[in-house]
């Protein structure tokens, strides 16, 4: 009873506080009188990256792969989100991909890759990577921006897109992108509104974090976005200079006319290494660039 009497209480509060209810499929916290914070929380996101990460790497077709979906969507579902699966099969592997929506208006998707490389080819190929930063950190900002983004956030509605099979690329014949060109070729026939805009985050959790401008992406919102983070103190962390020309899931929407933006942080020791594990990532790193994506989405500091 004890326990029902604090959750009851702690749910009233966050009712009028807070969009996001409290239940996480994350090991359960013990009951707090005190809500969550509205603001992105870095400590909170980091915990998804070892939650993902704890399930091994997160090849596409793998058991792992679907433990990762499972606390994706219930994440999504506990915090109030609508979730549709993109099911589809790339030579022969059943993969899937997760849409998350929530809100309505003008429609921007923000997306990451929940898969990971199955051969760690920049050291040992015979192993599969963990991919803590490449995979996991996209995943634990766009979860944690879930729970964090107060609606509606300037009459929008946000999309959160977990894209499958990313990270094969050149392997067994495989492409990159798998999963991101599905969705983007198939968008609109289940009803989504055209997209306005749309933001990658992939590799953004290094604790050596810096952002360059990136070759493929929009000019003009990619500005707006490096001129935010600046305004926010992060000057440091996203500098407004090209340095690489990136192929990867924001590709698929520039390919259909759609502002797209990648914010990657390429420069990553531990890149397809066995190395990228959650000790690389930096809860700090991950909360710069959520609490950009929060800013930006919401319309206000
Ligand atoms: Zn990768």
Redesign the pocket.
């Known amino acids: 009873m004890r326990t029902i009497f604090l959750l009851l209480t702690l749910l009233a509060g966050l009712v009028a506080s807070c969009a996001a209810p409290l239940s996480s499929p994350l090991s359960s916290p013990p009951p707090t009188a005190t809500p969550l914070p509205r603001t992105f929380q870095g400590a909170l996101a980091y915990r998804w990256v070892v939650s993902q990460c704890g399930y091994g790497p997160r090849v596409t077709g793998s058991e792992a792969a679907q433990q990762a979906r499972a606390e994706i969507t219930a994440a999504l579902e506990a915090a109030g989100w609508t979730v549709r699966r993109q099911p589809f099969t790339y030579k022969g592997v059943e993969a899937v991909n997760i849409l998350a929506w929530k809100g309505d208006g003008e429609a921007v998707l923000i997306g990451a890759h929940y898969d990971s ?1 199955r051969a760690a080819d920049q050291d040992d190929p015979s192993q599969a ?1 963990l991919g803590a930063d ?2 996991a950190s996209g995943v634990a900002v766009l979860l944690e921006l879930a729970r964090a983004l107060d609606f509606p956030p300037a009459d929008r509605r946000v999309y959160l897109a977990f894209f499958d099979a ?2 094969d690329g050149e392997l067994d014949g495989w492409d990159w992108i798998v999963g991101s060109t599905w969705m983007a070729e198939h968008w609109g026939e289940a009803g989504e509104p055209p997209l306005q805009a749309m933001i990658l985050v992939d590799m953004v959790g290094d604790e050596d974090q810096t952002f360059y401008y990136e070759g493929n992406s929009d000019p003009a919102l990619q500005a707006a976005l490096w001129s935010l983070a600046a305004e926010l103190g992060y000057g440091d962390h996203f500098i407004p200079q090209y340095r690489w020309r990136m192929l990867d899931d924001h590709i698929p929407f520039v390919r259909q006319g759609i502002p797209a933006v990648d914010i990657i942080d390429f420069d990553y020791p531990y ?2 290494t066995t190395h990228d594990s959650p000790d690389k990532v930096s809860p700090q790193s991950l909360e710069r660039v959520g609490r950009l994506l929060e800013v930006w989405l919401e319309g206000t500091p």
């Open positions: 490389r990577v490449d995979g990313e990270d890149w397809h």
